[in-house]
Structure formats: structure tokens, C-alpha cells
């Protein structure tokens, strides 16, 4: 079991966001790899309704990264977007510790400190930190 509870939501789409993660993670020294994508499995399933939006209007889209630091174990980072907004959380299994370092850096890297108008991505709403 894992608990999944966003840190930063984004008035973005998920796919800005995405590209602004890949960014910011790669030149920290980060490697990225994408190992999920809804809009992909859902090629398989084109008459599947979305319970938000049913089957023509959906935008909703999950993109799972699993994110790298030299040889550690990776930390698993899933963007959720959905009607222009994007959440980021860590998908961290409840009984282990173990990735908190590297999790640490990835929102520290991804929570931004100072607006600036050059950014292209901002957090509009709360960010949550968890210890």
C-alpha cells in the first residue's frame, strides 16, 4: 500500500507540467523515466467513458516517472492532470522510509521558492510538504 497525496498542483496541463519536470529534474542531475501514460492505455479501450468527462471531452491524463539519483532505488513521481490542473505526488509505500532523501530533492527541485516572471510553470495552489 502506498499513499499518494499531492504536494503541488499546478494551474497547468499535465503535459507542461510534464515537460517543465523532465526540464528541471534532468539539468538537477536527475535521470527520468516515463513508465506509464493513460492517454496511451487508452488507445485500447476508445469507448471507455471517463467518470469525469465521459468518452469525447476526457483531458484527464496520468504520467508515472520513476526518478533516479546516481545508484539509488528510484523515487516515483505521478502527475495527475484534469481540466487544466496538474498534481504532482510521490507514490511512497507507507512502511519504508527508505526513498526520503530522494524524495526530498525532488520536491525541493520541483516546489518553487520564488514566483518569477520568466518561470513558465507556477504553483497557484497549496503545496504540501510531507515528513
Not at 516546489?111 to 504540501?128: D, K, L, Q
Amino acid at each position: 500500500m502506498s499513499a499518494l497525496i499531492p504536494f503541488l498542483t499546478l494551474d497547468q496541463t499535465c503535459e507542461q507540467v510534464l515537460a517543465w519536470i523532465n526540464g528541471k529534474l534532468t539539468d538537477a542531475g536527475f535521470r527520468v523515466v516515463q513508465t506509464f501514460d493513460l492517454h496511451v492505455a487508452r488507445l485500447a479501450h476508445p469507448d471507455c467513458p471517463c467518470p469525469h468527462h465521459g468518452t469525447a471531452d476526457c483531458d484527464c491524463q496520468m504520467v508515472i516517472l520513476l526518478v533516479y539519483r546516481k545508484q539509488d532505488a528510484p523515487a516515483t513521481l505521478v502527475i495527475h492532470g484534469q481540466d487544466g490542473k496538474t498534481w504532482l505526488s510521490l507514490a511512497t509505500p507507507v512502511e519504508t522510509h527508505s526513498h526520503q532523501h530522494l524524495e526530498s530533492s525532488v520536491r525541493h527541485m520541483l516546489i518553487p521558492r520564488h514566483p518569477s516572471p520568466s518561470s513558465s510553470v507556477e504553483a497557484t495552489y497549496e503545496t504540501r510538504s510531507t515528513v
